[in-house]
T-cell receptor, first 115, second 116 residues
């Protein structure tokens, strides 16, 4: 079945540094990918919609300059948390749309801890 | 705006018994899709079941079935013959396009515990 690979699965970084998270569709082309954020014991909240070859669409309240999204190919979207601070610590999950089979697949998530 | 409400933060069931998780939603759309996702401790999101609003027949996947009441905007999940591996967070979700377009709108989740 279709698989979405998300890396890294966890990362610890110092405050002020940048962290890049990759979301890759392994056996299908994903023109659209979604980035979610999940705080402990809470639900998934959409951060942005990533479209191949165009600018991402950010949800209200999400800083586009802090959370940089690049969807340069049909199989890869990246989320870069710039100048990370402790309040950015969270679980980040991507999902990718398989247009051919009309399905949505989730990555395994990335736990970001900013010290 | 569409909203999804799960009123049960936690539920508990005895192994082999049946449990029902509740979900209500609000939308002005007539055609949409509803989902139940399971998130075990690994935090991988796993699709449990999907329901198209235009279908009157309730979806079923092995031990999992839904009670879809469109007029009442209710979408409950029934788990029969509960197993220890069913213990997880369960999220109800809504989408206008079948899950392949647009984003999913999630409820706050229900934590299900299964007692041996």
């Amino acid at each position: 079945g279709a698989v979405v690979s998300q890396h890294p699965s966890w990362v610890i970084c110092k405050s002020g540094t940048s962290v890049k998270i990759e979301c890759r569709s392994l056996d299908f082309q994903a023109t659209t990918m979604f980035w979610y954020r999940q705080f402990p014991k809470q639900s998934l909240m959409l951060m942005a919609t990533s479209n191949e070859g165009s600018k991402a669409t950010y949800e209200q309240g999400v800083e586009k300059d802090k959370f940089l999204i690049n969807h340069a190919s049909l199989t890869l979207s990246t989320l870069t948390v710039t100048s990370a601070h402790p309040e950015d610590s969270s679980f980040y999950i991507c999902s990718a749309r398989d247009r051919v089979h009309e399905k949505l697949f989730f990555g395994s998530g990335t736990q970001l801890s900013v010290l | 705006a569409q909203t999804v409400t799960q009123s049960q933060p936690e539920m508990s069931v005895q192994e082999a018994e049946t449990v029902t998780l509740s979900c209500t939603y609000d939308t002005s759309e007539s055609d949409y899709y509803l989902f139940w996702y399971k998130q075990p401790p690994s935090r991988q999101m796993i699709l449990v079941i999907r329901q198209e609003a235009y279908k009157q027949q309730n979806a079923t996947e092995n031990r999992f079935s839904v009670n879809f009441q469109k007029a009442a905007k209710s979408f409950s999940l029934k788990i029969s013959d509960s197993q220890l591996g069913d213990a997880a967070m369960y999220f109800c979700a809504y989408n206008n396009y079948g899950g392949s377009q647009g984003n999913l709108i999630f409820g706050k989740g229900t934590k299900l515990s299964v007692k041996p």
